[in-house]
């Protein structure tokens, strides 16, 4: 089953698509967010169907101490409103220090500021679905 990841920022959404065999995520892009949601649902439209997406997981950002804040309610409620308009399960997943784990990936991988700033959403997408790809693995190989 083939899983889109959506890194939810206020200016962009960092996309990323699983293998078809849920066992790797790749980073797919960047979607830049001008209070157009009716082009977001567009864009996400085209990408379940180049991909064969079956559900889709939503970064679901949580304050340290696990409670949902402000960003955390507007994830939730985008959730809602893509799961109603595309027709395709939404599941919420804990995003927490994912973009600072996707930083320091590309920190290594020697990346300018420059290129880092362009990619760094979709790669924390990828770093989100990765988690949950493996806790999937990992759930399944402990029965």
Sequence with gaps: MRVLCL?????????????????TAQAVEVIHRNGNLKSEIGRLQELIKEYGVELILLG??????????D?????????AKIEERLG????????????????????EADMSRAKRKKVIDKVAAAVILQGYLDSRTNSSLDH
């Design 7 to 23: 890194d939810l920022g206020e200016k962009t959404i960092g996309v990323a698509v699983s293998d078809p065999m849920g066992w």
């Design 60 to 69: 679901l950002p949580k304050n340290m101490n696990g409670t949902v804040g």
């Design 71 to 79: 960003q955390g309610q507007k994830a939730m409620a985008y959730a």
């Design 88 to 107: 395709i399960p939404v599941k919420l997943w804990d995003e927490r220090l994912s973009t600072v784990a996707a930083g320091r990936a590309l920190l």
